[in-house]
């Protein structure tokens, strides 16, 4: 699947993003063997039980017996911020998949691809 279809579903997906404590919309689109999982941001009054978007889209696939993808597109709309997953996420996805496995950052004006392995080198692993 290529990033342009990815934006396309993950614009799709962001109406369902709940953010209205901190209006920072957030989507996430996980692709490969296993299919299609998306995710949104979901925020809470009480903000340290808010989960971000690709969270939301991994443990909907986890939880669903889905572990094969190859990436992750994170998107935002607007041109200011781009959307790069926080330490947890990151954490959360080094879980599942391995360092070669993308983590694709877009907004309206730009993206920017990443290997898992580049963004949280080191993980923690038992
Ligand atoms: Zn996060």
Known sequence: MKTVEMVKVAKEVLRNAYAPYSNFRVSAVLFGEDGLFTGVNVE???????VCAERVAV???VSEGKRKFEKI???????????????A???VMAEFFGEDFRVIVA???????????????????R
């Open 89 to 91: 996420c990151r954490q």
């Open 107 to 125: 907004n309206d004006s730009e993206e920017e691809q990443f290997t898992l392995g580049e963004l949280l080198p080191f993980n923690f692993k």
């Open 44 to 50: 809470n009054a009480s903000y340290g039980l808010t």
């Open 73 to 87: 597109l994170v998107y935002t709309p607007g041109r200011e911020n781009l959307p790069y997953p926080c330490g």
């Open 59 to 61: 443990f909907k696939a």
